[in-house]
């Protein structure tokens, strides 16, 4: 099992929310359809518009019993970014069958750019 850093950008994120927002990383199964976790190290959201925005981090759980917001209508000044993992870690799986998705949305469509780094297959 080798362990892969991995970037995953996804520029203008759209207004859609919950379950609706734009999918940025979506766990993958392992080998044969086997469970696979990863670890999220670092999420960044950039503000690329000429006005204040606001944003959120959702995870869309893979039993869809217990999605929840990461960072819910965070603020981010026009020409700025916000660190949502601030040294913390998040980890996310797959059951093989099931996977967890992170979403990110905005209040401004296609004013915002989202890089989610993940160590895979841990």
Known sequence: ????????????????????????????????????????????LANKHTSGITASVFLD?????NDVYIVKNASIPSGSSLEVMAGNKLVVQNDGTNAD????ESSRASSLDATITVLEDV
């Open 1 to 44: 099992m080798a362990n892969d850093f991995k970037r995953f950008p996804k520029p203008n994120v759209g207004t859609g929310t919950g379950a609706s927002a734009t999918a940025v990383y979506t766990v993958p199964a392992g080998a044969g359809s086997s469970a696979l976790e990863s670890i999220v190290i670092g999420i960044t």
């Open 61 to 65: 759980n893979e039993d869809g019993s």
């Open 101 to 104: 998705v992170l979403r990110v």
